[in-house]
């Protein structure tokens, strides 16, 4: 059977009704060689195919970012910038059901998750359609008849290599400052979510301000339109989402052309508990910090520490408190957490935590079923354990005791990530002196992930470089131009 889905791709499973995802390039949408299965990890069903891209996909898509950049006034228009942002996201909330359903599908992550990400991608595209209207710069006489001036200029072309645990709400998070700095913009999306990666697409097909060329997006398993991304000389600036090792590689493969890069990397969240914390307060949170995507986060709270007076309380708390978490299908609604992305990567997480039980002492181990594995709960006193220093990317939380504040610091930045952290204490000094001793690019006191669009998130250490969100999100994306115009005084 041939027809039309809602991608505006022909259907290629006889009789299957199945939808096929595209790659949608120089306004054109265009298909691969190749094509991939999306698989819903909870269950194993195919839900579609989509065309699985590489390095020829890369080419044309950054051909047509250049050509929109040299012979448009996108750039140079910002009030098309910020309609065109505005029209994304009002498309956007119009498909906010249809968009989450297919999240939570293809996935894992429960339902609630993937409408709380839609939710948190709407008033992002919002925001930079506002600050695309912000005038950046400044002018002065900086002596009589001796004029300067800063501009600040869209960058060029800008490549986005986004993730796959949440790809709406970091695709945007990158894209969207990028089109708002005036920067042409193309985009690798990963083949786990091959069939969100086409309704993303499908924002830009239907984003009748976006000019032609201006946004391109494909979808590859591989990483050789990737590495190509990271190595044109025609790209000018790269944002990267991801893992630690890729990021080094990404920097690597763009020092020849000296690029400008934005990259939030890995993450091992210190959750440090002082004695004087309120329990009933903490306890639920950290369960959410370590089982949110079900730990695919780079923010996820996988190391907890508490202070020796408490220690013995919050022990047996998480423990019952993670040994509950109800573990099912995204779309049922007792599910607290879902499955991971595949079953190859909850077999990883099993392994990893059975490999800790030889040099530390294994609280809750998690079950695995499937892509669906229980959280898992392991204390640990060496800090340069594997299970310390190295990114799970699972429901998996370690579990140190402490006992002085300078010890609590002293674990904290004993990794080498610095992406985030947070304090839990009644104290009310407390939480801004320990605040400024720990590495890391945001530090909550008693909550943790909360973000907000206009204030500045990324990493210290090998947690990345650059910021994303707020000014300085956008400005990631821009050049600062120094202009000087003398204008002598007319004589008499």
Not at 70 to 75: I, K, M, Q
Request: negative net charge; glycine residues 8%; contains cysteine.
């Amino acid at each position: 059977m041939t027809g039309n889905n809602r991608f505006g791709n022909p259907i290629v499973e006889e009789g299957l009704h199945l939808p096929h995802a595209r790659h949608f390039i120089a306004g054109q949408w265009t298909d691969s060689v190749r094509h991939s299965e999306s698989l819903n990890p909870a269950t194993g069903e195919v839900l579609g195919t989509f065309a699985d891209g590489g390095a020829e996909e890369a080419r044309k898509a950054i051909t047509a970012a250049r050509m929109a950049f040299d012979t448009t006034d996108w750039s140079r228009d910002r009030h098309l910038r910020a309609r065109a942002l505005c029209e994304m996201a009002a498309l956007l909330e119009e498909r906010r059901e249809e968009f989450s359903t297919m999240l939570a599908r293809e996935n894992g992550k429960i339902l609630g998750e993937a409408a709380f990400e839609i939710d948190l991608t709407i008033p992002k595209l919002r925001y930079y359609a506002a600050l695309a209207l912000s005038d950046h710069g400044g002018a002065a006489e900086v002596k009589p008849g001796l004029y300067s001036m800063t501009l600040r200029e869209a960058a060029g072309v800008a490549a986005v290599i986004a993730p796959w645990n949440s790809p709406v709400v970091l695709a945007v998070r990158s894209f969207a400052p990028a089109l708002a700095a005036g920067c042409t913009v193309t985009m690798k999306l990963p083949g786990q979510t091959g069939l969100v990666n086409g309704l993303i697409s499908e924002l830009a097909a239907r984003t009748k301000s976006l000019p032609t060329g201006v946004l391109n997006i494909f979808t590859e398993t591989g990483n050789e339109g990737a590495s190509l991304l990271a190595s044109s000389p025609e790209v000018d600036v790269i944002s990267y989402t991801g893992s630690t090792t890729v990021g080094r590689k990404i920097m690597e493969l763009a020092s020849a052309t000296l690029k400008s890069l934005s990259l939030e990397l890995g993450g091992k969240s210190p959750m440090i508990v002082f004695d004087d914390a309120d329990l009933d307060a903490t306890v639920p949170v950290l369960t959410k910090a370590v089982t949110t995507f079900t730990g695919q986060f780079c923010m996820t709270g996988s190391r907890i520490l508490a202070q020796r007076g408490i220690a013995d309380e919050l022990r047996r708390r998480m423990t019952a408190s993670l040994e509950a978490v109800k573990v099912g299908p995204g779309d049922d609604p007792n599910s607290e957490m879902g499955a991971m992305i595949d079953e190859r990567n909850a077999e990883r997480v099993e392994n990893f935590v059975a490999d800790a039980a030889s040099y530390a002492n294994v609280l809750l181990q998690g079950v695995r079923r499937g892509a669906f594995i229980h959280p898992s709960l392991v204390e640990v006193e060496d800090v340069s354990a594997p299970i310390v220093q190295q990114e799970v990317f699972g429901p998996v939380a370690t579990f140190e005791v402490f006992d002085a504040e300078a010890e609590a610091i002293g674990r904290a930045n004993a990794t080498e990530y610095g992406l985030a952290a947070s304090i839990w204490t009644r104290d009310v000094d407390r939480p801004l002196r320990v605040a400024r001793e720990i590495k890391a690019g945001t530090v909550w006191t008693n909550t943790w992930a909360v973000v907000h669009d206009q204030f500045e998130e990324g990493g210290f250490k090998q947690s990345g470089m650059g910021r994303l969100n707020g000014t300085r999100g956008l400005e990631e994306f821009q050049e600062t131009k120094h202009l000087v115009h003398p204008a002598p005084a007319r004589g008499d």
